[in-house]
């Protein structure tokens, strides 16, 4: 499973949003800058997660994004969900009609465990979550 540009892109400047929360909006062009992002191309991701209620824009001089709820009420399997759409291993997982085989495919019951994997990391984590492992590598390099 390779990830789409969309979604990491659009990870890195939810999770800039995440460790800005409280202090106000930030405007695309500081994200884009930050993550080394076109502005262009943020904007669409911006919209996506806009339209799913994950982030809320703010108009004005002073404007830009926030996130729509706190970073420890935002699970991170919500945002992949929003810019890379579903988890699927392959055809068959989704669709047990896909292939003749599926009651008795030990490789198809793998893929559903590997499918099931994904999502359960993504689900257990909050966007504080990373957050939080991002201050303390920063305390970790910092001290080394």
């Not at 106000?24 to 943020?42: E, F, H």
């Not at 996130?67 to 669709?95: M, N, R, W, Y």
Request: hydrophobic letters at 40%; one cysteine or more; charged letters at 25%.
């Amino acid at each position: 499973m390779k990830l789409s540009t969309r979604t990491r892109y659009g990870i890195r400047a939810i999770l800039e949003l995440a460790e800005n929360y409280g202090n106000g909006p930030l405007q695309l062009r500081v994200i884009a800058r930050d993550q080394v992002v076109s502005v262009k191309y943020l904007e669409q991701l911006m919209a996506m997660l806009k339209a799913a209620g994950i982030v809320r824009s703010v108009r004005g001089s002073k404007g830009g994004y926030i996130l729509a709820k706190p970073p420890g009420q935002v699970k991170v399997s919500e945002c992949f969900q929003c810019l890379e759409g579903s988890v699927i291993t392959t055809e068959c997982v989704e669709d047990e009609s896909f292939c003749e085989r599926t009651n008795d495919c030990i490789a198809r019951q793998v893929w559903t465990e590997v499918q099931k994997a994904v999502m359960g990391v993504l689900q257990s984590m909050t966007l504080q979550n990373l957050v939080d492992r991002a201050k303390q590598n920063k305390a970790i390099n910092y001290h080394i």
